[in-house]
């Protein structure tokens, strides 16, 4: 057996999700991930990176998913989450709901609501 550098050992993360999605061997198994807005809040104090107070005053739940390059970050504290945990793609949420309009209220008392959506 050699002990030979393979080309693959240092993969981007888009270099590994194609290898991945081609049925080649990347370097690693991609790996996904969603972080839920109060998590990250969470997670950014526990990690020093900020205080409840910051959290406060940015708003709790502020962070959603969509994370901005490195310098266009609202505040000074803040993290790009994926990076740090060395993500490899993120997840894209659309709203597929099959209607177009708004819900029309058909009937409404103290006890429940009903819409046609």
């Given at each position: 057996?050699?002990?030979?550098?393979?080309?693959?050992?240092?993969?981007?993360?888009k270099?590994?999700?194609r290898?991945?999605?081609?049925?080649?061997?990347?370097?690693?198994?991609p790996?996904?991930?969603?972080?839920?807005?109060?998590?990250?809040?969470?997670?950014?104090?526990?990690?020093?990176?900020?205080?409840?107070?910051?959290?406060?005053?940015?708003?709790?739940?502020?962070?959603?998913?969509a994370?901005?390059?490195?310098?266009d970050?609202r505040?000074?504290?803040?993290?790009?989450?994926?990076?740090?945990?060395?993500?490899?793609?993120?997840?894209?949420?659309?709203?597929?709901a099959?209607?177009?309009?708004?819900a029309?209220?058909l009937?409404?008392?103290?006890?429940?609501?009903?819409?046609?959506?």
């Amino acid at each position: 057996m050699t002990d030979t550098m393979n080309s693959q050992d240092s993969m981007t993360p888009k270099e590994r999700v194609r290898a991945a999605l081609e049925h080649r061997s990347p370097d690693r198994p991609p790996v996904a991930e969603y972080f839920w807005p109060q998590w990250y809040d969470r997670w950014l104090v526990e990690k020093g990176f900020a205080t409840w107070d910051d959290i406060d005053k940015r708003g709790h739940g502020a962070y959603d998913g969509a994370v901005p390059a490195s310098d266009d970050y609202r505040f000074p504290w803040e993290r790009d989450i994926y990076d740090y945990y060395e993500i490899d793609f993120r997840s894209i949420w659309a709203n597929v709901a099959p209607c177009l309009d708004d819900a029309v209220v058909l009937e409404e008392t103290p006890a429940h609501k009903i819409t046609r959506d």
